[in-house]
C-alpha cells in the first residue's frame, strides 16, 4: 500500500476546505443582504450597492417593522402576528410531537393485527400535498366552530404533522429491544408505566429532532395560515407576504428586510441553539425502520 505524501494530504484538505468556505458564501449571502439592508437608511439604499455594508447601525427600520409598519390597511406591524404565531406553534409542537410519541410506541413496541397495514396509510399522510386537504379541512373546521382562529390552526398543523411525528419514533423505537418492555410487562408494568418509565426517557434525541422539526414547519407554514386564519389570528408569514405586498409611494425595502429578518429569528435561534442535538437524534434514529 503506497502511503499519501504530506503534501498532499494537504493540499486535498485545503480545496476541500476551501469548497466548503465557497458554499458558506454561497449559501449565507442572501442572508447577510437581508441584514445589511436592514441597517441601512432609505438614501444609502438608493445611492449604494446591494453588498455594501450599512454605514450605522440604524434600528429604525427594525422600530417600524415590528410596530409601526401597515400590512394592508393595519398598520401595527409585524407584532400582532407574531404572538399570533408563538399562540399556534407552541401548543401544536407540543401536542403533535406527543402524539407522534404515543403512535410510535404503540405501532412499535406494543403491536396488534393490522397495525403495519395501519402505518403503511399513516404514511400516505407523509406524502401527501397539503393542498388536497384544503377544502376537506375547512369544512372540518366550520362544523367544530373553529374557522378562522388559532385554535384552528393548531388542530390543523396537529393532523397535518401527526404522519411525520409517528414516522419518527416509530423507527426510533423499533431500536429499543423488545425484551425490555417484555421484562417489564413480567413485572407487572402497565402500557403507560413502560411508556413514562422507560421509554420516554431513551427518547431524549428522536425528541429533539421531533421539536424541532415540527416548530421549523409550523411557524414557517404559509399555505395553512392563509386559508384558515382570520383577521385576528393571521400567523407571521402572512403578516410578512401582506407587508411586502403593500403598496406605497416608496418602497421601504429595509424596512421590509428587518421584517424578514424578524420572522426568521425564531428558527435561526432554535438551530443555532439546538442544532447538534437535531444532527445527533437524526443518527440515532436511523439505527434501523
Known sequence: MIAKHPFAKHISRALLYAVLLVAALFFLAPFYVMLATSFKDAEQIRSGNLLSPPASL????????WSSACTGVD??????YFWNSVSMAIPAVLIS???????????????????ELLFGFLLFGVFMPFQVVLLPMSQVLGYLGLSSSISGLVLV????GMAGTTLFFRNYYTAIPKELVNA???DGAGFWRIFWRIVLPL???ILMVTLIWQFTNIWNDFLFGAAFSGADSKPITVGLNNMANTSSSVKSYNVDMAAAVIAGLPTMLVYVLAGQYFVKGLTAGAVKG
Not at 58 to 65: E, G, I, K, P, T
Not at 99 to 115: E, H, P, T
Open 97 to 115: 410531537t406527543a402524539w407522534g410519541a404515543v403512535n410510535g410506541y404503540v405501532l412499535s413496541l406494543w403491536k396488534f393485527r393490522g397495525s
Open 75 to 80: 398598520c401595527r406591524g409585524l407584532q400582532p
Open 203 to 205: 427518547s431524549t434525541p
Open 58 to 65: 440604524n434600528f429604525d427600520a427594525w422600530r417600524l417593522a
Open 184 to 186: 417489564a410487562r413480567m
Open 157 to 160: 398543523h396537529c393532523l397535518a
